[in-house]
């Protein structure tokens, strides 16, 4: 089936709409399939901030839709309200960057002071929470060049400059030997959106080269049918495992990474995005899309029928005694051919944020134009 991406920022709206919570002024943590029904669980300040991003450059109409018609400003002011009950940098940096990309200067100048009270810099923060500060940072019309050439720093001394992964951790942080070499897809997307975003902002050549050289990785590792795999070895880039693969990877997360380091450095990872993009329609793990119409939802993830996620440990553990080692047979005794049914407002919100209207254009040229067509229901037939 072709890919439509108009088709995605059509679910990624109305998907938004249903996780709302109006009352509170905040989008649920997940909607979740349970027992034939989708349910609303818990609330999230970070998922909510991605949303706005997403939201911001969409018409009012969008914005009516997907947030019940409340104000766009007033959403935001409420993630500021929030921000003295807040102890999570990445939270906090989330609504900063926010705050910065839509011109509130008040409220972002709160959020900033509050990032500075949790000390950004500090080596217990995970590398895509150091990121999210960097892209605050480089938002809005003015580059906050105190912080950022300081966050830059710490990127780039996480990166292994021979391949470009960076750790999921600083690397002067207290992490187990176990999943001290293990690195993760979002530890590749977000730092390379940032440095490539701030670089092309205030010149920084040495971002830039960083955010090449990761998003080369990227592309270089990606999967036979469009797969962007999940677990990477930070000390050689060799894949740890490759699954759970996640939806928001394939339709956003990898383009909105691959298209900012494409237009800072001159380069294109087209041909990439697109067999991302066409893995998403047609997955060979499941024979089928995790593009749900009949339920008018994107499913989060083709996963292994596994118990707590095994074979992660397993493969984790196993590398950490050699990076050359992997526990063998693992796809014949976990097959991955599951889908995990539940879908998050930030995936939502990174679709609109990657799918900007040239890019649409672009990519639907590509594909043969866009066609809204009928999906097979995948979600009660294997769900974990």
Not at 68 to 74: F, N
Not at 113 to 118: D, H, P
Request: hydrophobic share 40%; aromatic share 8%.
């Amino acid at each position: 089936m072709v890919p439509d991406i108009s088709l995605l920022r059509d679910l990624a709206v109305q998907s938004l709409r249903r996780m709302y919570r109006p009352e509170q002024g905040i989008y649920a943590f997940r909607l979740r399939r349970a027992n034939g029904a989708d349910v609303l669980e818990g609330e999230s300040v970070r998922y909510t901030g991605m949303a706005l991003l997403g939201l911001l450059n969409e018409p009012e109409d969008t914005l009516e839709i997907a947030l019940h018609d409340q104000p766009y400003e007033d959403v935001t002011d409420g993630l500021v309200r929030r921000l003295p009950e807040i102890t999570n940098v990445g939270d906090v940096a989330v609504i900063w960057w926010v705050c910065r990309a839509a011109g509130l200067d008040e409220q972002a100048d709160a959020a900033r002071a509050r990032l500075m009270q949790l000390d950004p810099l500090g080596n217990e923060h995970p590398t895509v929470e150091r990121a999210w500060v960097l892209s605050a940072c480089a938002a809005g019309n003015e580059s906050d060049c105190d912080l950022g050439p300081l966050v830059v720093d710490k990127l780039l001394n996480a990166q292994n400059p021979n391949c470009g992964v960076y750790a999921h951790q600083d690397p002067a942080a207290r992490v187990s030997r176990i999943r001290r070499h293990v690195a993760c897809f979002a530890d590749l997307v977000y730092p390379t959106m940032a440095l490539a975003d701030w670089g092309a902002t205030v010149g920084d050549s040495k971002a830039l080269s960083a955010a090449r050289l990761s998003a080369d990785y990227m592309a270089a590792t990606q999967g036979p049918d469009g797969q962007w795999w999940w677990h990477f070895d930070q000390r050689n880039g060799k894949i740890v495992e490759g699954y759970p693969v996640y939806s928001v990877h394939q339709d956003s997360m990898a383009p909105m990474a691959l298209f900012a380091a494409a237009e800072a450095c001159g380069t294109n990872y087209d041909s990439a995005i697109r067999a991302g993009l066409s893995w998403m329609f047609n997955a060979p793990e499941i024979d089928g899309s995790l593009v749900d119409t009949r339920a008018e939802i994107i499913w989060r993830k083709v996963c292994r029928r596994e118990p707590n996620k095994l074979t992660r440990l397993a493969q984790a553990s196993m590398s950490s005694i050699s990076a050359s080692w992997r526990v063998p047979g693992l796809n014949l005794l976990f097959p991955p051919r599951a889908i995990d049914a539940e879908s998050r407002p930030y995936h939502m919100g990174w679709i609109l944020y990657a799918w900007r209207d040239d890019r649409c254009t672009r990519f639907g040229e590509q594909f043969g134009g866009t066609k809204h067509d009928t999906h097979k229901d995948l979600a009660d037939a294997a769900v974990v």
